[in-house]
């Protein structure tokens, strides 16, 4: 069944940087967009960017200006970079995937699926 991995995040210290990736795995994906969510302990989700298949990228403003998204040529993975971090940006970083499967699954129809979330601790 296919799933969501994420990958990077970790502990970093305030001024620095942090990437994520996010792809897909268990079966053929064909990826529409990728957003990016954040949650600190106790807190909200909030969303904080989006990237499609087309390249297109919107951000929140609480990263706007310091943040990267991109994909690879294939389409398959998707990262995030987060520049400047502070202690405000820690949390857990989800990505979550809508698009189609491909092949014997495609009749699921569109779907969006999240990740397992990856923890970024930034310290003073």
């Known amino acids: 069944q296919v799933h969501v991995v994420e990958t990077g995040g970790g502990s970093v210290q305030a001024g620095g940087s942090t990437r994520l990736s996010c792809t897909t795995s268990g079966g053929a994906f064909s990826i529409n967009r990728v957003g990016w969510y954040r949650q600190p302990l106790g807190g909200m989700r909030d969303w904080i960017a989006t990237i499609t298949r087309g390249g297109a990228t919107t951000f929140a403003d609480s990263v706007k200006g310091r943040s990267t998204a991109a994909k690879d040529n294939a389409g398959n993975t998707f990262s995030l970079q987060l520049n400047n971090l502070t202690p405000e940006d820690t949390a857990a970083y989800y990505c979550?995937?809508?698009?189609?499967?491909?092949?014997?699954?495609?009749?699921?129809?569109?779907?969006?699926?999240w990740g397992q979330g990856i923890q970024v601790t930034v310290s003073a």
């Open positions: 979550t995937v809508g698009g189609v499967p491909v092949g014997p699954r495609a009749s699921d129809g569109y779907l969006n699926l």
